[in-house]
């Protein structure tokens, strides 16, 4: 399912490196970003998971640049979501400048009870939400 909602980024000089290029550590926060903020057009954001005891904790992470990414530059983060039962969940990743992707990557997480920190199935709310997009 193709969810593709853009979050803008404004790069910001403390960002880069030596050679005016973002930082290529940056980007998981790009990352981070994104999923944040698609979680909240779901409608279901990282600190109502929290209050029911779920973590969401980063399991794997992996970027690819195609281009670097600058000073200034206004950037879009577009995130899309894939879940396939169980307790992963697997955020995919654009960054683009100008509609043009200039790195992708994806990060894998699981859900995690907060107290136990064993893996434990999403929540209702989650599925919920889940069930709805698959209907659309």
Not at 45 to 62: F, N, W
Not at 66 to 78: I, R, S
Request: hydrophobic content about 35%; cysteine-free.
């Amino acid at each position: 399912m193709d969810i593709n909602h853009r979050s803008p980024i404004r790069v910001r000089y403390a960002e880069t490196d030596m050679m005016g290029f973002v930082w290529n550590g940056v980007y998981n926060t790009y990352f981070e970003i994104g999923r944040t903020e698609v979680m909240r057009y779901l409608g279901l954001t990282y600190r109502d998971l929290e209050d029911k005891g779920i973590q969401l904790p980063l399991i794997e992470a992996h970027a690819r640049y195609f281009q670097p990414g600058k000073y200034d530059d206004l950037l879009e983060v577009e995130t899309n979501i894939r879940y396939e039962g169980g307790v992963r969940l697997k955020f995919e990743y654009n960054i683009l400048r100008d509609n043009t992707t200039i790195t992708s990557g994806y990060t894998l997480h699981t859900f995690m009870n907060a107290e136990t920190k064993k893996p434990v199935k999403p929540p209702k709310e989650f599925l919920d939400v889940w069930e709805n997009l698959q209907k659309k």
